[in-house]
């Protein structure tokens, strides 16, 4: 899509990031530091380098006399790197501009440029960390729970383990097949086994203690307990070194077995709410099991205190996952194990989880799940149990089980944030709309300015008509008493726009503008001057008399 002048000058007003890069380049740029540029942008992911325009906010359009014939330049870099570039010139009054946007590199292979994996960093190219580059190696790895041991057996699996496959399997499916089955016919119809050949997702669901030890000792959840986030000792320590199916009940009761239950009361409101959620704690636990890196030789750590629960599990995120897009997309580093999760339902569907932890968290109030100390070795997640707001849970009560099952996680994490007075980002908008329609959340203002509240219902539950009637602000005809009456105290010096945003300090510039709009149609406020030295004064502009003039 060409790049029109509207957007490169909304591009200006940006910072520079991995997918957007200015350069003055005034008299040229050298065709290897460009092809260099390409190689780089292709391995994070594509983005547009442009030419002629300062690279320091605010920017300023200089021009650029580089690469007049963007047409050779497209072929060279295709020769070179077998990458197809776009190119767009536009001639501005300021000067001659030049977007070249380089696409995304192949799916599983980073692009080399004279041998070396470059990637941008500040204003320099420079060679590829190994981490990215294994990264990106293995988007078209196999998956390894699918991966056959060739030492293991049949017999290497525990039958107790595999009957609480079949039996949660068969609550699911209600098939009668599945308990006709026998469990290597069972095994075989869940893909775990091949005959004789035991994939690495059997060992890790059902192994038993000798064959894991043998075979797969990775395999292995460490459960701790300690008294408090600063004691070094720890009160108990369990290590499990078994089937999957048949330590999962345990760990939970391990978990449980301090779980304190918070009680809040307000009138005839009661709510119990213990601190450690057992749905969100059973979707942690899944989730470790299902995306850790087997490869690796460390275990599963589970580490208990009494209002924090961390879950460390070897390996980064998966390809394409991180800690800002988890919520959105889904992608089992073990889809083999999180098959077989799902065959049971334990799982709804492959990669699910972390939204059921978002929104159990969200529910009770609690902080929301924090994986900000994963790196690229591993995952850390932290679920903390200390209730926010009380407030919050009477919300969620009135609110209802019905319309709650109508709310997605994104508009739990909108109501959320709309409780909380937080501010909105623009793809939260739709949800937030959305909660209006269901009469959960009211909007104040248009357009940009526009915000968003709880509905009056909730407010008058809490006790807090009051700060309704703050956060919904005043009315039209009130906004604009208070504009005049400021005009009209300072009619001697005039009233800057400046001073009267402070009047309503709530409202955005346009809305404002808007207000004064009226209230000069009505010849109630005039205006002398333009722009920056505006000054508003009351009552209608006084009429030129141009008798006195000779």
Same mark, same amino acid.
């Given at each position: 899509?060409?790049?029109?002048?509207?957007?490169?000058?909304?591009?200006?007003?940006?910072?520079?990031?991995?997918?957007?890069?200015?350069?003055?380049?005034?008299?040229?740029?050298?065709?290897?530091?460009?092809?260099?540029?390409?190689?780089?942008?292709?391995?994070?992911?594509?983005?547009?380098?442009?030419?002629?325009?300062?690279?320091?906010?605010?920017?300023?359009?200089?021009?650029?006399?580089?690469?007049?014939?963007?047409?050779?330049?497209?072929?060279?870099?295709?020769?070179?790197?077998?990458?197809?570039?776009?190119?767009?010139?536009?001639?501005?009054?300021?000067?001659?501009?030049?977007?070249?946007?380089?696409?995304?590199?192949?799916?599983?292979?980073?692009?080399?440029?004279?041998?070396?994996?470059?990637?941008?960093?500040?204003?320099?190219?420079?060679?590829?960390?190994?981490?990215?580059?294994?990264?990106?190696?293995?988007?078209?790895?196999?998956?390894?729970?699918?991966?056959?041991?060739?030492?293991?057996?049949?017999?290497?699996?525990?039958?107790?383990?595999?009957?609480?496959?079949?039996?949660?399997?068969?609550?699911?499916?209600?098939?009668?097949?599945?308990?006709?089955?026998?469990?290597?016919?069972?095994?075989?119809?869940?893909?775990?086994?091949?005959?004789?050949?035991?994939?690495?997702?059997?060992?890790?669901?059902?192994?038993?203690?000798?064959?894991?030890?043998?075979?797969?000792?990775?395999?292995?959840?460490?459960?701790?307990?300690?008294?408090?986030?600063?004691?070094?000792?720890?009160?108990?320590?369990?290590?499990?070194?078994?089937?999957?199916?048949?330590?999962?009940?345990?760990?939970?009761?391990?978990?449980?077995?301090?779980?304190?239950?918070?009680?809040?009361?307000?009138?005839?409101?009661?709510?119990?709410?213990?601190?450690?959620?057992?749905?969100?704690?059973?979707?942690?636990?899944?989730?470790?099991?299902?995306?850790?890196?087997?490869?690796?030789? $460390?275990? *599963?750590?589970? !580490? &208990? /205190? +009494? @209002?924090?629960?961390? =879950?460390?599990?070897?390996?980064?995120?998966?390809?394409?996952?991180?800690? $800002?897009? *988890?919520?959105? !997309? &889904? /992608? +089992? @580093?073990?889809?083999? =194990?999180?098959?077989?999760?799902?065959?049971?339902?334990?799982?709804?569907? $492959?990669?699910?989880?972390?939204?059921?932890?978002?929104?159990?968290?969200?529910?009770?109030?609690?902080?929301?799940?924090?994986?900000?100390?994963?790196?690229?070795?591993?995952?850390?997640?932290?679920?903390?149990?200390?209730?926010?707001?009380?407030?919050?849970?009477?919300?969620?009560?009135?609110?209802?089980?019905?319309?709650?099952?109508?709310?997605?996680?994104?508009?739990?994490?909108?109501?959320?944030?709309?409780?909380?007075?937080?501010?909105?980002?623009?793809?939260?908008?739709?949800?937030?709309?959305?909660?209006?329609?269901?009469?959960?959340?009211?909007?104040?203002?248009?357009?940009?300015?526009?915000?968003?509240?709880?509905?009056?219902?909730?407010?008058?539950?809490?006790?807090?008509?009051?700060?309704?009637?703050?956060?919904?602000?005043?009315?039209?005809?009130?906004?604009?008493?208070?504009?005049?009456?400021?005009?009209?105290?300072?009619?001697?010096?005039?009233?800057?726009?400046?001073?009267?945003?402070?009047?309503?300090?709530?409202?955005?510039?346009?809305?404002?503008?808007?207000?004064?709009?009226?209230?000069?149609?009505?010849?109630?406020?005039?205006?002398?001057?333009?722009?920056?030295?505006?000054?508003?004064?009351?009552?209608?502009?006084?009429?030129?008399?141009?008798?006195?003039?000779?």
């Amino acid at each position: 899509m060409p790049v029109t002048t509207q957007q490169l000058r909304a591009w200006m007003q940006q910072r520079e990031h991995e997918h957007l890069e200015f350069k003055e380049a005034k008299q040229q740029l050298h065709t290897e530091k460009l092809i260099k540029y390409a190689a780089a942008f292709a391995n994070e992911g594509g983005g547009c380098l442009v030419l002629g325009i300062s690279n320091t906010i605010p920017r300023q359009i200089v021009g650029t006399q580089a690469f007049r014939n963007t047409q050779n330049i497209k072929q060279l870099i295709a020769e070179k790197l077998q990458l197809r570039v776009e190119t767009e010139e536009l001639h501005l009054p300021e000067g001659r501009v030049v977007v070249f946007t380089f696409p995304s590199r192949p799916f599983g292979l980073p692009v080399a440029c004279d041998g070396r994996y470059l990637m941008r960093s500040g204003e320099a190219l420079v060679s590829m960390t190994t981490d990215r580059l294994r990264a990106i190696f293995e988007e078209i790895a196999p998956d390894y729970s699918a991966t056959i041991c060739e030492q293991a057996t049949i017999d290497d699996l525990d039958p107790d383990a595999i009957a609480i496959f079949r039996n949660k399997w068969h609550q699911k499916q209600r098939k009668e097949w599945i308990l006709q089955y026998s469990d290597r016919e069972l095994l075989e119809a869940a893909e775990l086994i091949f005959g004789d050949e035991i994939t690495i997702a059997a060992l890790v669901l059902f192994g038993t203690r000798r064959a894991l030890t043998r075979h797969l000792a990775q395999a292995e959840v460490i459960f701790e307990y300690r008294s408090s986030e600063a004691s070094v000792s720890v009160q108990q320590r369990e290590n499990f070194r078994n089937a999957f199916f048949s330590i999962e009940n345990r760990l939970w009761e391990l978990v449980n077995l301090r779980n304190e239950v918070q009680q809040f009361r307000d009138g005839f409101f009661r709510r119990d709410i213990p601190t450690f959620n057992e749905d969100a704690v059973r979707e942690a636990l899944l989730n470790a099991v299902s995306h850790r890196d087997y490869r690796l030789g $460390s275990s *599963i750590f589970i !580490r &208990q /205190y +009494p @209002r924090k629960l961390e =879950i460390n599990s070897p390996g980064g995120f998966p390809v394409g996952i991180n800690e $800002s897009n *988890i919520l959105n !997309r &889904q /992608y +089992p @580093r073990n889809r083999r =194990i999180a098959e077989a999760f799902e065959r049971c339902g334990l799982v709804e569907r $492959s990669g699910q989880g972390v939204d059921r932890m978002f929104e159990a968290a969200i529910k009770e109030s609690k902080p929301k799940p924090d994986f900000s100390q994963s790196d690229a070795y591993q995952v850390v997640l932290v679920l903390r149990g200390e209730v926010k707001n009380p407030g919050f849970l009477r919300v969620i009560e009135a609110i209802g089980e019905i319309q709650l099952q109508q709310l997605t996680t994104i508009d739990l994490l909108v109501l959320d944030r709309i409780f909380a007075a937080a501010p909105l980002p623009p793809e939260f908008r739709e949800s937030a709309r959305k909660l209006v329609e269901m009469g959960l959340a009211e909007a104040v203002g248009r357009g940009r300015g526009q915000r968003f509240l709880l509905a009056r219902k909730f407010y008058q539950l809490l006790g807090q008509p009051a700060a309704y009637t703050r956060k919904k602000g005043l009315d039209r005809e009130t906004n604009k008493a208070l504009l005049l009456k400021h005009i009209t105290d300072n009619q001697r010096e005039g009233s800057p726009l400046s001073d009267l945003m402070a009047v309503l300090p709530g409202h955005s510039r346009n809305q404002v503008q808007r207000l004064l709009r009226d209230l000069k149609k009505e010849n109630q406020i005039y205006v002398t001057g333009k722009t920056r030295a505006a000054l508003w004064y009351p009552g209608p502009k006084p009429e030129v008399n141009n008798a006195d003039n000779p």
